[in-house]
Structure formats: C-alpha cells, structure tokens
C-alpha cells in the first residue's frame, strides 16, 4: 500500500525531476525509489531519453548558427579590411606617381565588386546560381564602366567603348562561363569535359569579340598569329582535359 502510494508521488514529481527542478530532499527520495521501481524506472529513462532527444539536439544547432554566423562575420569584415587596404595602397602609389587617382579607383571598384559577390554567395540560401549569375553580369558591366570612364577621363587614353561594345561582349562571355557550368550542373558531365569545353567556348568568345568590336584584320599578320596562338594553347588544352575526362571515365 506504501509502495503504490509512493510509485503515483514519483510518477507525479518525475517531470519535476527531469527538469531538476525538485528539491534535495525530493531528489534524494527519487532516487532512492528509482533504484528498487522498475515501472517508475522505466518511466524515468523514457522521460529522460525523450528530453535529450528534444533539447540537445536544437542547442548544439544554436551553437553551430551563432558560430556561423560569426565565422560569416569575421569573413565580411576580413575582406572589407582587406579592400580598404588594396584602395590605400593603390592611392598612395597613385599620389606617389603624381597620377592622381586612377588606379586606386579601379582596385576599389573591383574589391567591392568581390565583396558584393562573396557577400551574396555568402549569406543568400535561394536560387545562389541566378543570384550570383546577377551580380557577376552587373558588377562586371559596372566594372568595365569604371575602368573605361577612369582611363577615358581622368588619364586621357582609350575609348568609351563600353557603352557601344560592352554589353553584347559581357553577354557572350556569360555564356562562354556559364554553359560549362550548367552543362555540369544539369547534364551531369564530369568537370574535366566541362574545362575542355570552356576551352573551346573561349576560343569561340574571342572570334566573337573580336568580330563585335570589328578590330580584326585579317590581312594583319600579327593579329592572325595572335589569334592562333591562344587559339593553338586553348586546343592543347580541349585535347589534355579531354583525355583526362576519358581515362577518369574508364576508371570508374
Ligand atoms: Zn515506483
């Protein structure tokens, strides 16, 4: 009678006990009757089990966000830093010169341009390809601008081509970086194709941009040796990556 008496107290103070919010005392007692009650054992290990199993596991989460989080933190404010410098460095070396600022304008403009795009692929969990395919297409464009007003402007050399030739060329090496990616990421091909046809994509680009800006010559013998020339390097390339691509494959 004493015993029933006792088993429905425990049972009734056990999520107390779990919660360690009963006194000494209480605690004591608990314990004492959890070594001889089976039933109330039972009870008590389940009880336990279930509130491991409910809080552990969402503290140690919060634990890996926050040092997320910070990691993300210190990373944003590392390269912040880092900019800031390479914008210094470049304007002192401007001053230094007696130039004026030029280059540091460029540095600058490009750092922001990395910082904008780590800080996206950083911190945007949604659609990361289209996302950062936007922002390499807009900070490229804006990029270009910068350096073609700069030199334009400031240091009286060069054309304002951006505005007649950048887009179409910005255009076609997006496609040139892209389609290698979404080959990759759609049709499953293994990396190493994908390089050889980046390869093969630049040499396309490079015909194709020159043809958009209209400066190739081809009576021009240096133009031509140019052109081959990457050309030549781009299909050891397609060749070497290919073969790597093969023997990958028959491993498997
Ligand atoms: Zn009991």
């Known amino acids: 009678m004493e015993r029933e008496l006792a088993c429905e107290i425990v049972k009734d103070l056990l999520p107390l006990y779990v919660d360690e919010m009963v006194s000494d005392v209480s605690k004591k007692s608990i314990e004492n009757h959890l070594e001889h009650c089976v039933e109330c054992n039972e009870i008590y290990q389940n009880m336990a089990f279930h509130l491991e199993m409910e809080t552990q596991p969402t503290e140690v989460q919060d634990v890996k966000r926050f040092l997320k989080k910070t990691k993300k933190m210190y990373l944003l404010y590392g390269l912040g830093c880092l900019s800031f410098i390479a914008i210094l460095v470049c304007m002192i070396v401007d001053l230094a010169m007696n130039k004026g600022v030029t280059w540091s304008l460029i540095t600058g403009s490009s750092c922001l341009f990395a910082d904008i795009l780590i800080y996206v692929l950083s911190t945007c969990k949604k659609n990361k390809g289209c996302i950062t395919m936007a922002v390499i297409s807009i900070g ?57 046809l980046f390869m093969l994509l630049v040499i396309v680009g490079n015909y194709a941009t020159k043809l958009i800006t209209g400066d190739y010559v081809w009576n021009d013998v240096l133009h031509m040796q140019g052109f081959a020339g990457n050309a030549l390097g781009e299909v050891i390339g397609i060749i070497l990556f290919g073969i790597i691509g093969r023997i990958k494959k028959w491993k498997k």
């Open 140 to 196: 490229t464009l804006s990029l270009l601008s910068v350096i073609q007003i700069t030199r334009y402007c400031l240091m009286g050399s060069g054309t304002v081509w951006i505005f007649r030739y950048g887009l179409p060329i910005l255009l076609l090496w997006l496609l040139v970086l892209w389609l290698p990616v979404l080959t990759r990421t759609i049709l499953k091909w293994n990396i190493w194709d994908c390089i050889a």
